[in-house]
Each structure stands twice: as C-alpha cells, then as structure tokens.
C-alpha cells in the first residue's frame, strides 16, 4: 500500500509540474523507470513532453522497457524520427533489442541504415529471441591478466560510473576469458600483484547460442549475481545479470502457466478482445474433440449404464479424481525438468515413488469414494466398481503425468506446452472406460442390477 501511495504521489507530483509548465527533469530523474512506464501507460496530454525530457536525461530506453506492449507498439510507430534516432544513438542495447521486436520491419530497416550503431545492433539480431546472446549487456567490464591490482582499481573507479560492475573478469590479449576476481581480493592485495596471480581460472560461463531457459538452470544453481557470455573460443561477448535472469524465469513461468490453460504467452488483461478470441479458440476447439473423444468412450458402455442408471451420476468422480492426480505429478516433474532436478534423483525412482504415491491415493481415495456411494446409494457393486476404477485411474495418472513430460522434450517439444492436453485427455479416457467396464463385468458376472 505505501508502494502504491508512493507511485501515485509521484504521478500528481508530475502531472502538476507539467500543467505548470515547469522543468520535471529533476522529478523525472527521482523516479523509477517502472513508475514513469506506468503514468505514461495513462497518460496522452503530456507524452511527447515527458518523452523529450526522458531523452535528454537518457531514460527513455528503460521506460519503454517496462511499458505492455499493448501501449508500446502505437508510441513507437508514432515516435517522431529525431526522437527514435536519438533513442537508438543513447539506448542501452540489450533495451534497444528488445524495442525492436514491437516495431514493423519495413520501419526497422529505416531506423537501421540511419543508426551508427546498425553493425552492432544486426551482431544482437543474428541470435533468436530466445538465446542467450540476444539478451546480453555489452560492453562488460574485462581487464587483462597482465594488469596490476592497483591499475585494476583505477579502471574499476573510471568504469564504475559508466555502468554496474559485479565480479571483475580476467581476458588474455586475445579477449578470452580466463578467470575472475572478486573486488575484495583486488582491494586488499599488494598494489604491484598482477590479476592472474588472485584470478579463479574456473569461470561458470555460458555460450551465446545457449538458450535462455539453460541460462536461467545454470544461474538457478549457482546463484551469481551475472554470468559472463563467450562464444565457441571462449571470447568474452557479454554479461546477462541477474535481472535479466529473473526475466526469463518469470516469462518461463508464464509461458508454463498459460500453455496449460491453453493461452498466448502474449495475452494480457489488457490485451484486444480479438487477440484473446483468435488465441483461445483453437485450444476450445481441441477440447472439444478431446470431450467428444471421451463421450465416444462413454457411449461403448450405453447399454451398461442404462441398466445401472446410478453409474451416470458417479462416472465423473473416477475422472475427476485422476485429472487431479495427473496434474500434481505433472507439476512435480515438469518443474523437476525446468529446475534440473532428475541430475540428482534418476527418473526411474522418481516413477516408482510416484507410483507409490498414486496406488496409496487412489486405494485411499477408492476406499473412501466407495464407502461414501455405498451409504448413499446402497448398491455395493457400484462402490466396489468405483473403488477399484480410482485406483487403477490414480495409477495412470501419475504414470502419464511422470511419462509424457519426458517423452515431449525427448521429441524437441515443449513439456509444459503438450503435456497438459494428453495426460488428461488420457486419465480422463482411461478413467470413463475403466468405470463402465468394470461395472459392465460385475453385472455379468453377478447379474445385480438396481
């Protein structure tokens, strides 16, 4: 609450300096990059102002960082030329790419070939949106082995104004990386100790082609607050910080999230209606086949259910028993495989634990689901049916659950994409079918009928 009070004072603090005609380069400089984002999210009197003011100050490039896209895409195309030239001569790169993804191509070609920077920028470009160069800070402060601790403070003093500085890397005079130091190290050594006698040769690095998800395992694992960026000869490119890296996770996260629910990493709340239809319908559209595909299975069994009218009433609960089955042991591998987690724990005992699991949970649950249709209904064959049914039905779930994840990415495919869909297309199928034919052959066997 004090956070949002905060913003909001900020935002009357400006617009009033605005209406009044009055400099806001010292508000504008006091505030968050993300609060600036958010008033010109709401703002259309005063942007071209503020836009100018950002630009002398040289913030622009963050503020748009932290806009929707929604709000970014029309500021951009709108954006008058001097301002995106100004914009692309000052930005910091890695914001200068990202900005370029909401922009048309025929209008970045014509902000290119008017860019100094255009070589630059095109080195960032030839990397997909999702690897490791794309996103990486240039330039990243490196020092030459050779170079004395006392040299090395100097230059970390001259350079600490111009950007932040988290480990200090050592490079040969070919520019490979060959270790780091840390900044305590520096300062407490002897003036005249040159780097390469403090320097840690073994450096935790990651290749420009790497995909963003492998870069965020391997910050996960170690927790630095920056990994440096080589390419296949070691040479040190870049740096990707630690924010970045929080970025990835939580646009992994959402990905994950929204995949399972069927929806566009894109969307939004504040995304266009048509988006929203044109990105949801396909998925309705699956699930409809999928629920015409399990009423098939259903419709095998008519002649049994209409005998036992009572298995219309309880065949969900089998189904909806496995689904939440499969779901938990679908979360637990697909963050297992996200995180790294099966390079300590065999996926073999992984399955069997969550066999074990399944079977407890579903005799469990059976037992329980039985009892409760027996006092309720008073057909004992139906509570026997429903009890074996969920059993075998957890059993399956977490087989599949623990199964398909694998078998998705062993295909190149999405885990958290694919997985949702089959495991409880399948569960579901399996147990419908499961509950009809077992009841199906309790009344041949036994001839009971209501």
């Not at 100097?154 to 490079?171: A, D, T, V």
């Amino acid at each position: 609450m004090k956070n949002i009070n905060r913003v909001k004072k900020q935002f009357f603090d400006l617009e009033q300096v605005l209406k009044k005609q009055i400099s806001p380069k010292s508000l504008l400089e006091r505030m968050e990059s993300a609060d600036i984002a958010s008033f010109l999210s709401y703002e259309d009197q005063y942007t071209s102002q503020i836009i100018s003011v950002l630009m002398d100050i040289q913030k622009l490039g963050s503020v748009l960082e932290e806009m929707p896209s929604d709000k970014l895409v029309p500021l951009l195309r709108d954006m008058p030329k001097e301002h995106m030239d100004s914009l692309f001569a000052s930005a910091q790169m890695d914001d200068l790419i990202y900005l370029l993804q909401f922009i048309e191509p025929e209008q970045q070609d014509e902000i290119l070939n008017r860019s100094s920077r255009k070589e630059q920028i095109q080195k960032f470009l030839k990397y997909s949106e999702n690897q490791a160069g794309r996103i990486m800070r240039t330039p990243v402060f490196a020092l030459p082995a050779q170079m004395s601790a006392s040299d090395s403070i100097k230059k970390l003093r001259e350079r600490s104004l111009e950007e932040f500085i988290f480990y200090i890397y050592c490079i040969d005079h070919q520019g490979k990386l060959i270790g780091v130091v840390s900044m305590r190290q520096v300062a407490t050594a002897p003036a005249d100790t040159p780097l390469e006698k403090l320097i840690k040769k073994e450096v935790v690095s990651v290749q420009d082609t790497v995909s963003t998800r492998d870069v965020a395992k391997v910050a996960a694992h170690y927790d630095f607050l920056a990994l440096p960026v080589v390419d296949k000869d070691q040479k040190l490119l870049g740096l990707i910080t630690m924010d970045d890296i929080i970025d990835i996770i939580q646009d992994q996260n959402t990905a994950n999230i929204y995949a399972r629910a069927g929806l566009h990493a894109e969307e939004r709340i504040h995304s266009s209606p048509w988006m929203s239809i044109k990105n949801r319908m396909p998925w309705m559209f699956v699930n409809l086949v999928l629920a015409v595909l399990a009423s098939s299975v259903i419709s095998l069994f008519e002649e049994t259910m209409s005998r036992l009218i009572i298995l219309a009433s309880l065949k969900n609960i089998v189904a909806s028993m496995g689904g939440n089955t499969a779901i938990q042991t679908l979360t637990v591998t697909t963050r297992g495989m996200a995180t790294g987690d099966f390079r300590f724990t065999p996926f073999t005992s992984s399955l069997l634990k969550e066999l074990i699991v399944g079977l407890v949970i579903g005799i469990v649950m059976g037992v329980g689901a039985g009892a409760i249709t027996y006092f309720w209904k008073g057909s004992l064959l139906v509570s026997g049916v429903i009890c074996i049914a969920m059993a075998l039905n957890c059993l399956m779930a977490v087989l599949m659950g623990s199964v398909v994840p694998i078998l998705l990415s062993l295909f190149k495919r999405d885990p958290a994409a694919g997985s949702g869909v089959l495991v409880t297309m399948i569960t579901d199928i399996f147990g419908f079918f499961t509950f009809l034919a077992i009841a199906q052959l309790g009344l041949h066997l036994f001839g009971v009928q209501l």
